[in-house]
């Protein structure tokens, strides 16, 4: 199979392919002495807008609903019809400061750029002009990136390019599948639950894209275990610059005991559909981001098959990304709702949480990638089929 890129690097499947709006806001406390911030595009988010004549902006950024993780998301363009620079604070209600600011010109190229912290707000400066200045705390990653990038992989026929369903709001769901008659056996890999963990999807793109690769061991791996791809499973937070939660003020990742979201009912339905049909679910990874670079496991000692293939795992993964420090932290709350959990109390099986730290280095968060998936598929083809199995009460 092909090793296959959306656009001709991940930084370009991401950004490059994204075709952010141009569209003009029209609040009118967000366009004053002719500056104007909009925020009518998906993934924007700004909150009001203070704008005096000295060329300062005030920018307020609150939750979609309380309580919530404090994980402040902001969005939005800047223009001026004269160029100026502006003295820019973002004002956090609900929370504070978590996303360092970065900008771009196409959408394609972003950069970090300098800023302090004032009082609890974010302050920073911008020369602007005509055409608009993207600024995010993160990479903007669209709804239309991922169907993008699932179009392009599904290219390949062994891929195949489906809708799981609907979200709340009505988007799609996009789903990949890779499948070979006779296969039982399925990894299973989701993403972007919470809307603005960005290099949580900056790590999985990557680690989807090596599994379908033509190396000797990625045709290997698909020659015995079938591969389940969920990257995007909250399109309407995303869609809406939501700072955690799906479009009904849910955390998605603290909804998978009682399945009353739409998005984790549709997921819990096609895992169930897949383990009537006579198939097996031998591991599951859930790709997010936090402040550190970290991998959320269940304890060797929880009575999953087999009892110590995540340890065993990540070990490998250490030795061969030295200097880079893989932490491993188990631990069983099963009342809190969260996938991993999920995925062992149902299918008896290991899965982790892939957390990337919010400002490690691109390049790095890719070749992690890359050395994790080689090492996984390394670790599930040496593990004999009867490792797995245990039936489900």
């Known amino acids: 199979m092909k090793k296959l890129f959306l656009c001709s690097s991940l930084l370009l499947v991401l950004l490059g392919c994204n075709n952010i709006p141009t569209t003009t806001s029209t609040i009118d406390e967000c366009q004053q002495y002719g ?3 909009d925020h009518s595009f998906e993934n924007a988010r700004v909150n009001g807008c203070t704008i005096s004549a000295d060329n300062q902006v005030t920018i307020k950024i609150t939750p979609e609903n ?11 363009k800047a223009s001026s019809t004269q160029n100026k620079q502006i003295s820019v604070f973002i004002d956090y209600k609900g929370g504070d400061h978590r996303y360092s600011p970065k900008v771009s010109i196409d959408g394609e190229h972003w950069h970090p750029i300098k800023h302090s912290l004032r009082r609890g707000k974010l302050k920073f400066k911008l020369d602007i002009g005509s055409t608009p200045i993207i600024v995010a705390g ?20 062994s891929v195949t390019y489906s809708i ?12 990949l599948e890779v499948t070979q008659p006779g296969n039982k056996e399925w990894l299973i890999l989701t993403g972007r639950m919470h809307p603005p963990e960005v290099t949580g999807a900056l790590a999985m793109l990557p680690f989807v894209e090596n599994i379908l690769g033509n190396s000797e061991q ?41 399945f009353k979201q739409i998005e984790a009912r549709l997921v819990h339905d096609k895992l169930q559909a897949i383990t009537t049909s006579g198939g097996n679910i031998v591991f599951a990874a859930d790709f997010h981001s936090t402040h550190k670079d970290i991998f959320y496991t269940m304890p060797s000692s929880y009575g999953l098959n087999p009892p110590h293939l995540v340890e065993e795992w990540l070990g490998e993964l250490e030795r061969v990304a030295n200097p880079f420090v893989v932490r491993q932290k188990p631990g069983n709350n099963p009342d809190k709702g969260v996938f991993k959990q999920y995925i062992a109390d149902t299918y008896k099986v290991h899965a982790i949480t892939y957390e990337m730290g919010d400002s490690t ?19 599930l083809i040496s ?5 797995f199995y245990q039936e489900v009460n």
């Open 66 to 76: 309380e309580p919530i993780n404090n994980s402040p998301w902001y969005a939005f």
């Open 383 to 387: 593990t004999p089929k009867t490792a």
């Open 35 to 37: 500056i104007n911030i």
């Open 138 to 157: 993160q990479e903007i990653i669209t709804n239309s990136a991922y169907d993008g990038w699932m179009k392009e992989l599904a290219n390949d026929p």
């Open 164 to 175: 799981l369903g609907k979200s709340t709001q009505g988007r799609d769901i996009g789903q």
């Open 218 to 258: 990625a045709i290997a791996f698909r020659a015995r275990f079938n591969l389940l791809v969920l990257p995007n499973l909250n399109p309407d937070g995303v869609a809406l610059g939501n700072w955690r939660h799906n479009a009904n003020g849910v955390d998605l990742n603290r909804d998978w005991r009682g």
């Open 361 to 379: 280095d691109r390049n790095v968060i890719k070749s992690i990638a890359d050395k994790a998936s080689n090492t996984l598929m390394e670790k």
